[in-house]
């Protein structure tokens, strides 16, 4: 892609990194002109007096690390502190890769559940299976009421070439079985599933956007291609975004030369940048539907921005979350990390997507609660849209808002059918994936015989007899079975426990094929996609 005005960020000066970790907000009561020395001075006095004066012995070091998110929480939602440790997990995940011994699991009362081991990863290797129970790790034991999933992943990741030592009770025998892995380094996949909806639509689900997620995606979509697809659904619900550099090379799949993808603006000149299409796409005649929801964030309304915006695609569902700060990231001395908001995002017509946030942090985080109260969510008419903010597509000139998300082309009201109050306590009681975990267990053999989900459901107990064998296990659990609520709940409870089944047996790839079976967005933006084939966009 073409890149205009863009230049790199500076490093800025020891004492102006000081001065945002102890005192950004002493440091805003100070005019800009002010020499960074003497604001250095001043929070070296500050911190000296607390170290030789203070009644009581303090630890200035934790007290500079509990005040930092507070300090940062006065300039913007989006600026964020990472201890050492924090950030090499959060770089971790992004970036793809981690050291760890390759296996998915849940807490099962109180209980390590592998659900999946990684091909190639270091458990396949030693023989851990899906559906062994971690009991011990290093000898220690792995159960319990305090063993939280963040406690679990803390013991299991390590440097790589490390190793863990893990108890494990397997289903077909009654000893506690012993294996050592070796740690090692661990794909974390981004794109969760890719399938032909049918014999011309190719979906694609992206959970966030990582270092690796345009090869990912590549590689998603040349196989789908390669069965036949000619348009392609491309599912963002729920992605709060990652790295921008990826959804434009994503979008620039789809886009002709010399078309904007993303603008950005800040306070300095080396903090603005254009990036244009650079006309090598692959997907420049493919049709596309973008999927978001009110948690797709940033990286995400960046792609779907983009395309609607230069008239390309059709983007489907409800309003997006809203994020159009950019950051950058400060390492400090200690290699922990400020991710300060130096810019802000524009989509190709010249809109911002940052909502609103002069009200506080509290206002900004109940947000999302107030969409869902006021109905948002189910219905259009209700949608809170900024319309002082009006801007037009660079091709058709249809009119788009900016002040807060992606308005979507198509807007898909939340769909309520089969909620009851029996569905929303067993979801709440996590039942439905331990159903399908114990199910897996218990006929582990059988499943793994099957060559994919496909012979899973064509082999699987009936609608009537899963409802009630599920209906029973939530009542052994404590869930009252409610025969009036299961049975308008029936389709729901159904299609999550096939989905989850098929999931811990053959990973991701034969969740959504199930799951999607029902899901009104996914089908809404099929309908569409048939109804008006190559004529892009629409409005509902």
């Excluded at 690390?65 to 913007?76: G, H, K, R, T």
């Excluded at 999302?368 to 849209?385: A, F, N, P, Q």
Aim: charged share 25%.
């Amino acid at each position: 892609m073409k890149q205009k005005s863009t230049r790199q960020p500076i490093w800025l000066p020891l004492a102006i990194a000081l001065a945002v970790v102890v005192g950004i907000f002493i440091g805003s009561r100070f005019t800009a002109n002010k020499p960074v020395a003497e604001n250095d001075r001043k929070l070296n006095a500050i911190l000296n007096l607390i170290a030789q004066d203070y009644v009581d012995t303090t630890n200035l070091h934790d007290l500079i690390e509990l005040s930092i998110p507070e300090i940062l929480s006065n300039l913007d939602p989006h600026t964020i502190y990472f201890s050492a440790d924090e950030l090499k997990a959060a770089t971790d995940d992004l970036n793809g890769s981690f050291s760890g011994i390759g296996i998915s699991f849940v807490m099962m009362n109180d209980t390590i559940g592998v659900v999946e081991v990684i091909p190639g990863g270091p458990s396949e290797k030693v023989g851990l299976m899906a559906g062994d129970k971690i009991i011990l790790i290093d000898d220690s034991v792995a159960t319990g009421p305090k063993m939280s999933s963040g406690e679990v992943m803390k013991r299991l990741r390590g440097d790589k070439g490390s190793k863990v030592k893990l108890g494990i009770k397997r289903y077909n025998t009654s000893k506690t079985l012993t294996f050592t892995v070796t740690r090692g380094d661990i794909p974390v996949n981004t794109v969760d599933a890719y399938y032909m909806l049918d014999k011309v639509t190719g979906y694609v689900k992206i959970n966030q956007f990582g270092r690796h997620t345009y090869d990912e995606f590549i590689t998603a979509m040349a196989s789908l291609q390669a069965e036949g697809a000619k348009r392609y659904m491309i599912d963002l619900r729920g992605n709060g975004g990652g790295f921008m550099e990826m959804a434009v090379l994503m979008v620039n799949e789809f886009l002709p030369a010399d078309q904007p993808i993303v603008f950005t603006k800040g306070r300095y000149k080396r903090d603005e940048s254009e990036v244009w299409s650079d006309g090598n796409g692959s997907f420049q005649d493919a049709e596309v539907a973008v999927l978001i929801d009110e948690f797709s964030a940033s990286a995400s309304e960046i792609f779907a921005g983009a395309l609607q915006d230069n008239d390309r695609g059709l983007i489907v569902g409800c309003r997006s979350f809203g994020k159009g700060l950019v950051q950058k990231e400060f390492v400090l001395p200690d290699s922990s990390a400020i991710r300060l908001t130096t810019a802000r995002y524009y989509t190709p017509s010249g809109r911002c997507i940052q909502k609103d946030y002069k009200d506080g942090m509290l206002d900004y985080e109940r947000e999302l609660v107030v969409r869902y109260t006021g109905g948002e969510l189910y219905s259009r008419d209700s949608m809170k849209i900024d319309k002082s903010q009006v801007y037009s597509t660079l091709i058709t000139g249809r009119t788009v808002y900016g002040g807060g998300g992606i308005v979507p082309d198509l807007f898909v009201p939340r769909d309520t059918s089969g909620i009851t109050a029996y569905y929303i306590d067993v979801v709440n009681s996590g039942l439905l994936q331990r159903f399908a975990f114990n199910y897996c267990n218990n006929n582990r053999s059988s499943l793994s015989k099957m060559d994919d989900y496909m012979q899973f459901l064509r082999t699987a107990p009936s609608d009537e007899a899963l409802t009630k064998d599920f209906a029973d296990y939530a009542a052994a659990n404590g869930i009252v079975p409610r025969w009036y609520y299961i049975n308008q709940s029936r389709d729901l409870i159904v299609t999550n426990l096939k989905a989850l089944i098929a999931r811990d047996v053959f990973g991701n790839q034969a969740f959504y094929p199930i799951y999607n079976r029902n899901d009104k967005t996914v089908q809404a933006a099929l309908k569409a996609m048939n109804k008006h084939k190559a004529v892009f966009p629409i409005t509902d």
